[in-house]
């Protein structure tokens, strides 16, 4: 039996007249010889409306009966869809993710698939055609309700298709495909034909949100070939695979950008061994995800510590630190959320020296101040005030090359 995994986000099936023209994605799928699992996202705007609801009501939501309020969201689309493929004659039914089961572990709000039973799937689908199943959401052992972290229908999309050897996992979403910058603050941008799952990760975890990063995690895990393309156009869209040869000739292949960053600086702490497991330790006890972290050199025995954060993380790592400076005997902790970074990324980065060089000097050339720097084998990060963002993505997009058929 050929299965096809199809995913439709949020704007795809935000209203009646979307929902068809998903419904013709599907039928598609169908005509091209495959059963289908569609796995869909809420409708646009409904996830924030629950989540708004959830913090009219309590100052601090119980993170558990968050998921079960927020799951809801994909719960009435994929009746309302499932509705649609049955009044045109299509075998179809709906399935939430504690119904096939979708088993992650109990971290609620940002769950992590543990198991997918497929054999369940296709027994169903010796039944019907088309499975419509909720993205975002899965249940723990024990039966609770949980989500994988916004934009986690992606990764319920590219664990099915690994579960049922899906030959590979269309995403429909708004774009054409992956641009090698947001399209919708860079009109130069240009839609690529094929990115390296490294690439893409790295573009995920730079702030691309065109793919949730645990799905392009297990698409590289499990070899899924990933095809990113519009729900409202036949383009034929991006297909994110193995990195080859011909990749690597490219030096940067796309720019990303992310505004949810917050700088945090303990100013004056002790240069002794052991700060920054004390900084840091209590941190990560709470599952704060630190991000871009600079030590700076010492003087008279003490140094700086500034490190990036989620804004959403802030309040609580504000708590942490006094009470880190306290014990510590640093003198201050200075905060900053008007920051945000700006990163190239690029696989031919490797074998290739200078970008680094480069993409100071063209940043420098329209004064904008750079605030901190961290680097990896395939990427660049600079760390910018947020004012500057849109204008450090446009810049860094032109100085490579992108907006040209191939990269300099
Ligand atoms: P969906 O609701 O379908 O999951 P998302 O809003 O999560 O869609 O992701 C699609 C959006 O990702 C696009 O509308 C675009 O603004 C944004 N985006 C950011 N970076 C890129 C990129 N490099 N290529 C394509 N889209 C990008
Ligand atoms: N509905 C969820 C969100 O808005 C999951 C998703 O769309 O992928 O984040
Ligand atoms: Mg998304």
Redesign the pocket.
């Given at each position: 039996m050929k299965i096809l995994v199809q995913k439709f986000?949020?704007t795809s099936v935000a209203t009646l007249e979307c929902m068809k023209q998903v419904r013709e994605k599907v039928q598609d799928g169908l005509k091209r010889g495959s059963k289908v699992v569609a796995v869909l996202?809420?409708r646009s705007g409904d996830?924030n409306k629950l989540l708004a609801l959830a913090d009219e009501w309590s100052p601090a939501p119980d993170k558990a009966e968050c998921d079960v309020l927020v799951s809801t969201?994909?719960q009435v689309s994929i009746s309302l869809f499932t509705m649609l493929l049955k009044d045109a004659g299509i075998r179809a039914r709906s399935l939430l993710g504690g119904q096939i089961p979708v088993t992650t572990d109990d971290d609620f709000g940002r769950a992590r698939i543990l198991a997918i039973d497929s054999k369940t799937l296709r027994n169903y689908l010796d039944q019907y055609d088309v499975l419509v199943v909720a993205?975002?959401q899965g249940c723990t052992q024990d039966g609770r309700i949980t989500t994988l972290g916004?934009?986690?229908?992606?990764t319920s999309a590219v664990a099915l298709a690994a579960s049922l050897d899906s030959a590979e996992c269309e995403i429909y979403t708004d774009v054409d495909g992956v641009y090698t910058t947001d399209p919708n603050i860079c009109s130069t941008a240009r839609k690529m034909d094929r990115v390296a799952y490294e690439e893409m990760l790295e573009m995920a975890s730079m702030g691309a949100k065109v793919l949730?990063i645990r799905s392009v995690e297990f698409a590289k895990k499990y070899k899924v070939p990933v095809r990113v393309r519009s729900t409202f156009s036949d383009d034929p869209g991006t297909l994110v695979t193995q990195e080859d040869s011909s990749m690597e000739a490219v030096l940067v292949s796309g720019i990303a950008y992310d505004k949810d960053q917050a700088r945090v600086t303990l100013r004056d702490l002790p240069d002794v061994p052991g700060m920054a497991a004390a900084v840091f330790g209590p941190l990560s006890e709470k599952g704060v995800l630190v991000d871009m972290i600079v030590q700076n050199t010492s003087q008279d025995g003490h140094t700086d510590m500034t490190f990036t954060i989620s804004r959403k993380d802030l309040p609580q790592t504000l708590e942490l630190m006094t009470e880190v400076a306290r014990k510590t005997g640093a003198s201050e902790v200075l905060h900053d959320v008007s920051v945000a970074k700006v990163s190239a990324i690029g696989v031919g980065m490797r074998n290739h020296s200078g970008v680094a060089a480069r993409a100071f000097a063209a940043l420098t050339q329209e004064g904008i101040n750079i605030l901190m720097i961290s680097t990896s084998e395939i990427k660049i990060t600079i760390l910018i005030q947020e004012k500057y963002v849109e204008l450090a993505v446009r810049i860094l997009h032109d100085t490579f090359g992108l907006d040209w058929d191939i990269g300099c």
């Amino acid at each position: 039996m050929k299965i096809l995994v199809q995913k439709f986000g949020g704007t795809s099936v935000a209203t009646l007249e979307c929902m068809k023209q998903v419904r013709e994605k599907v039928q598609d799928g169908l005509k091209r010889g495959s059963k289908v699992v569609a796995v869909l996202s809420a409708r646009s705007g409904d996830t924030n409306k629950l989540l708004a609801l959830a913090d009219e009501w309590s100052p601090a939501p119980d993170k558990a009966e968050c998921d079960v309020l927020v799951s809801t969201g994909e719960q009435v689309s994929i009746s309302l869809f499932t509705m649609l493929l049955k009044d045109a004659g299509i075998r179809a039914r709906s399935l939430l993710g504690g119904q096939i089961p979708v088993t992650t572990d109990d971290d609620f709000g940002r769950a992590r698939i543990l198991a997918i039973d497929s054999k369940t799937l296709r027994n169903y689908l010796d039944q019907y055609d088309v499975l419509v199943v909720a993205g975002f959401q899965g249940c723990t052992q024990d039966g609770r309700i949980t989500t994988l972290g916004r934009g986690g229908s992606d990764t319920s999309a590219v664990a099915l298709a690994a579960s049922l050897d899906s030959a590979e996992c269309e995403i429909y979403t708004d774009v054409d495909g992956v641009y090698t910058t947001d399209p919708n603050i860079c009109s130069t941008a240009r839609k690529m034909d094929r990115v390296a799952y490294e690439e893409m990760l790295e573009m995920a975890s730079m702030g691309a949100k065109v793919l949730h990063i645990r799905s392009v995690e297990f698409a590289k895990k499990y070899k899924v070939p990933v095809r990113v393309r519009s729900t409202f156009s036949d383009d034929p869209g991006t297909l994110v695979t193995q990195e080859d040869s011909s990749m690597e000739a490219v030096l940067v292949s796309g720019i990303a950008y992310d505004k949810d960053q917050a700088r945090v600086t303990l100013r004056d702490l002790p240069d002794v061994p052991g700060m920054a497991a004390a900084v840091f330790g209590p941190l990560s006890e709470k599952g704060v995800l630190v991000d871009m972290i600079v030590q700076n050199t010492s003087q008279d025995g003490h140094t700086d510590m500034t490190f990036t954060i989620s804004r959403k993380d802030l309040p609580q790592t504000l708590e942490l630190m006094t009470e880190v400076a306290r014990k510590t005997g640093a003198s201050e902790v200075l905060h900053d959320v008007s920051v945000a970074k700006v990163s190239a990324i690029g696989v031919g980065m490797r074998n290739h020296s200078g970008v680094a060089a480069r993409a100071f000097a063209a940043l420098t050339q329209e004064g904008i101040n750079i605030l901190m720097i961290s680097t990896s084998e395939i990427k660049i990060t600079i760390l910018i005030q947020e004012k500057y963002v849109e204008l450090a993505v446009r810049i860094l997009h032109d100085t490579f090359g992108l907006d040209w058929d191939i990269g300099c």
